[in-house]
Nanobody, 115 residues
Framework: QVQLVESGGGLVQVGGSLSLSCAAS????????MRWDRQAPGKQRESVAF???????NYVDSVKVRFTISRDNVKNTLYLQMNTLKTEDTAVYYC?????????WGQGTQVTVSS
């Protein structure tokens, strides 16, 4: 029933920008907390950005200022604007929906930042 589909990943140069989208279905989108997680090779998955149902946001220190999470409740879509990208941002990025006590992820989208 719940479906999350990420898009927008790709290969970019250091210092470049990329915008990710996550289209959600099977939920009343506006009621839910959303996150962007990422997982780099050989590393644990980490949550990089958070947004609640009223638009309050939070970021891991490594992406503060550079990344912006937002949501469009009419379109049922979550966004991540990534600027000033670094090689260490290379990872698979996942959209996460929380409907307590469960979390749901999409398939992920690959972001590769080249030097």
């Amino acid at each position: 029933q719940v479906q999350l589909v990420e898009s927008g990943g790709g290969l970019v140069q250091v210092g470049g920008s990329l915008s990710l989208s996550c289209a959600a279905s099977g939920i009343i989108f506006s009621f839910n907390t959303m996150r962007w997680d990422r997982q780099a090779p050989g590393k644990q998955r980490e949550s990089v950005a958070f947004i609640n149902s009223i638009g309050s946001t939070n970021y891991v220190d490594s992406v503060k200022v550079r990344f912006t999470i937002s949501r469009d409740n009419v379109k049922n879509t979550l966004y991540l604007q990534m600027n000033t990208l670094k090689t260490e941002d290379t990872a698979v990025y996942y959209c996460r929906l929380t409907i307590f006590p469960n979390d749901y992820w999409g398939q992920g989208t690959q972001v590769t930042v080249s030097s």
